[in-house]
């Protein structure tokens, strides 16, 4: 039998996800691996996605 990699679909439309930044620095977001969080290049601060939606809500 082939093995099959599964592979995370993007949660956030790309012409979306292109426009995001975080909140704190402006910095761009990546997706963590399993596509659940958004994660800031600079600052390190992670942000759901629940149900496609980014919650890009900074802890206080």
């Known amino acids: 039998m082939a093995k099959t990699t599964k592979t995370v679909k993007d949660p ?16 761009d977001l990546e997706y963590t691996k399993d ?3 958004l ?5 390190g601060e992670k942000y759901p996605i ?3 939606i980014p ?5 206080k």
């Open 12 to 27: 956030i439309p790309k012409d979306l996800f292109d426009i995001l930044a975080c909140p704190l620095c402006k910095a």
């Open 50 to 52: 629940r149900e496609g």
């Open 55 to 59: 919650v890009l809500l900074p802890k």
């Open 39 to 43: 994660l800031c290049s600079k600052c």
């Open 35 to 37: 596509k659940k969080w």
